[in-house]
C-alpha cells in the first residue's frame, strides 16, 4: 500500500512498531518455562535409575543371593512383587515415588526416607562447607591472578587450579589426611565430632543435624571448635575441586573487564588498582560462578560420597557406599533418585538467581 502527498510523492507507511518485551513477563515465561523442565528432567532420571538398577535382577537376589536356600530366595522375590513384568513393577515404583515411598532397605530394613532425613543434614553440612572453601579460595584468587596476568604469581595460581580440579576427591583426601592429621597432628581425620561433641548435639531438643549450626544454637563453643576441627579436611578436600574452577572462571571474567573501555578511564583518572579489582571486576567476576554453580553442585554431591568415605563422615555418601557394598539395590535406588531431584531443582534455582543478575541469560 502506497500514500500519495500533496507534493505527488508516493511513499510507503512507515512499519509498525512492535510493541516492547515486557521485562516482568519475559522473566515470568523464563521462569515457569524453567520451572515445567524440571519434570521431564526428573522423570527420565527416575527412569534411568529405576531400569540400570534392574538389568544386575531383582534387588532380592543381588542383595541376598547365596545367603538363602532357592526356595526361600523365591518366596521373598514373590512377596515383594519382584516376579511380575518390569512395565508393571516401573508403573508401581513411579506412583510410590510421586507419594513420596521410596521402599525398604534390603540390608538393615529401614525406610529409605528415614534413611534420608537420619543422614541428609551431614550431606548438606559438608556441601555448605565445602563451597564456603570453593568460595574463599576461587574468588580472591582468581582476582589476583588477574591481576597479575602472565606474570609468576598468574602461572602459580593457573597450575594449582589445574592440579585442584584434576586430583581425584579420594586421593586429595588421602593426603590431607597424612599431611595434617598423621605427619603433623593438627587436626582429626575422620568422623563429623568427638563422642562428647555429638551426644551433647544429637541430645538437643529439635536438632537440625548440621553441627556447627546446632552448636551456635546451643551456645557450645567447645562443641563448635570441635565440630570446626573435625570438619576443615573434609570441606578442604572437596571444595578445592570446585575453587579451581572458580578460579579459571573468575580469572577469565575479572581479565575481560579489566581491558573495558571505563576501567582504563578509571586507570587513567589515578584509581588504585586495588580499587579497580575490587570494585569493577568483582561483581562480573560473580557471574559465571553463579551460571556453572548448578553443575558444580552436581560435582559436590558426586564427590561427596568419596569425601565421606575418605574421612567417614556419617552421611548420604558414606551410606550410599554401605549400601553398593552390601548390594542393597533399593537403598541405593532411592537415594540417588533423591540427589538427582536435589541437583535438577538446584539448577532451576541457580538458573533464576542467573537470569535476575544478568538478564540477557532470558532470551
Known amino acids: 500500500m502506497t500514500i500519495t502527498s500533496q507534493t505527488g510523492e508516493t511513499h510507503s507507511p512507515a512499519p509498525a512498531r512492535k510493541p516492547a518485551k515486557q521485562k516482568g513477563g519475559g522473566f515470568l515465561r523464563y521462569l515457569i518455562t524453567r520451572f515445567l523442565l524440571i519434570i521431564p528432567t526428573v522423570f527420565i532420571l527416575i527412569t534411568v535409575v529405576f531400569f540400570l ?6 534387588p532380592i537376589t543381588a ?15 514373590h512377596e515383594a512383587g519382584y516376579d511380575r513384568p518390569v512395565l508393571i513393577q516401573y508403573i508401581e515404583y513411579l506412583g510410590q515415588v510421586f507419594t513420596g515411598n521410596l521402599g525398604r532397605t534390603m540390608s538393615d530394613n529401614r525406610a ?3 534413611v534420608l532425613v ?22 580472591p584468587l582468581g582476582l589476583i591472578a588477574a591481576k597479575f596476568r602472565d606474570r609468576y604469581q598468574d602461572a602459580v595460581l593457573r597450575i594449582l587450579a589445574i592440579l585442584s580440579y584434576a586430583t581425584p576427591v579420594f586421593f586429595a583426601g588421602l593426603l590431607l589426611k597424612l599431611i595434617f592429621g598423621v605427619w603433623l597432628g593438627w587436626l582429626p581425620i575422620s568422623g563429623r565430632a568427638d563422642w562428647q561433641t555429638e551426644l551433647a548435639l544429637t541430645g538437643l531438643q529439635n536438632p537440625s543435624g548440621i553441627y556447627w549450626l546446632d552448636a551456635l544454637r546451643s551456645g557450645n563453643l567447645e562443641a563448635l571448635g570441635d565440630v570446626t576441627a573435625h570438619a576443615v579436611l573434609p570441606a578442604l578436600a572437596l571444595g578445592l575441586l570446585t575453587g579451581g574452577v572458580f578460579l579459571r572462571l573468575v580469572r577469565t ?10 576501567v582504563e578511564a578509571g586507570r587513567s583518572r589515578g584509581v588504585s588498582e586495588f580499587r579497580l579489582v575490587t570494585k569493577h571486576a568483582y561483581r562480573p567476576a560473580l557471574i559465571p560462578i553463579i551460571t556453572v554453580m548448578g553443575l558444580q553442585i552436581a560435582m559436590l554431591l558426586g564427590g561427596a560420597v568419596l569425601t565421606e568415605t575418605t574421612f567417614e563422615w556419617a552421611g548420604l ?9 552390601a548390594r542393597d539395590f533399593v537403598a541405593v535406588q532411592g537415594i540417588v533418585v533423591v540427589l538427582a531431584i536435589i541437583v535438577a531443582v538446584t539448577n532451576f534455582i541457580v538458573d533464576v538467581l542467573a537470569a535476575l543478575i544478568d538478564p540477557r541469560v532470558r532470551y
Open 63 to 77: 542383595a541376598m543371593g547365596g545367603r538363602l536356600t532357592p526356595d526361600q530366595l523365591a518366596i521373598r522375590i
Open 317 to 325: 555418601g558414606f551410606k550410599l557406599a554401605e549400601y553398593l557394598t
Open 53 to 58: 538398577m534392574r538389568v544386575t535382577g531383582d
Open 112 to 114: 529409605v526416607t528415614e
Open 253 to 262: 571474567n575479572a581479565i575481560g573487564t579489566l581491558g573495558r573501555e571505563y
Open 118 to 139: 537420619t543422614y541428609g543434614a551431614a550431606t548438606l553440612e559438608l556441601a555448605i562447607n565445602a563451597v564456603l572453601v570453593a568460595l574463599l579460595v576461587g574468588i
